[in-house]
């Protein structure tokens, strides 16, 4: 599991209680760290003793946002079959490597939802109520219909349409072969937007079609209003 980290550690520590509840635990962790100081290294080693799984992070000199680069790093860094990528401040729902575990083919990549959390609700999240699964309850109703919605097109557009299956970049997974047969992603995108669709594209070029899990693989993203993202500066270059 990559999880892509800038600064936010207490959305990390709660990224980490996440995992540390799945169902399926036979995974390991990288902290594909962009950035953030002090180092997400530093809360790692502090919660290890903890936590179910090894965690090892690897990270770069804060240059802007560039994330696509520190998660190829991070991907080339390991030589496990399959890949699920997150991003730090968002949590997956208890039973999210599982699904995607089973649901792994050679060669296929596979995308999840990301249901978003107010403000409220994100803060008053602790490490504790989060391996419980409190943070699941994001999943009500009107974005359970939503879901349906988006797994219908994708399946109904599947193999046809290049923009299907939608794919969240805080949310999806990918078989190794294929991740490194298109070269991971692309390093331009350093700044905010698209590398992820980009990567969709290019794996979609290279022959997979998509598995679209939109109902069964899924997490919980904690409000915006609360991310650093947005006061990043620009790369220099």
């Known amino acids: ?16 209680a996440a995992l540390a509840a799945q169902s399926d635990l036979a995974f390991d962790v990288i902290l594909a760290d962009d950035g953030s100081m002090p180092p997400a290294a530093q809360l790692a080693e502090r919660l290890a003793p903890s936590l179910p799984f090894a965690v090892r992070p690897v990270w770069q000199p804060d240059a802007g946002f560039c994330k696509a ?16 990528f997150l991003d730090g401040d968002c949590l997956p729902f208890r039973d999210l490597v599982s699904v995607y575990r089973r649901k792994a083919l050679p060669g296929e ?7 978003n959390l107010g403000v409220a609700a994100s803060r008053a999240l602790t490490p504790e109520s989060v391996r419980a699964g409190v943070h699941e309850s ?8 939503n879901l349906v919605g988006k797994q219908w097109a994708n399946w109904w557009h599947r193999g046809r349409r290049q923009g299907r299956p939608r794919i969240r970049g805080g949310n999806f997974a990918a078989a190794a072969d294929l991740f490194h047969a298109v070269n991971g992603f692309d390093e331009v995108y350093c700044g905010y937007g ?25 997490a919980t993203h904690l409000s915006r209003k609360l991310s650093l993202s947005a006061a990043r500066r620009a790369p220099d270059a």
């Open 69 to 84: 680069r520190i998660q190829n790093v991070a991907a080339l860094s390991t030589s496990s079959e399959l890949l699920i």
């Open 1 to 16: 599991v990559v999880v892509a980290v800038y600064s936010q550690m207490r959305e990390l520590e709660l990224v980490l």
């Open 194 to 218: 698209k590398e992820d669709s980009d990567l969709r594209d290019r794996m979609r070029n290279a022959g997979a079609r998509g598995i679209s899990l939109w109902t069964s693989a899924r």
């Open 109 to 115: 990549f596979m995308t999840g939802a990301v249901v």
């Open 138 to 145: 994001a999943l009500g109703l009107l974005a359970r219909r």
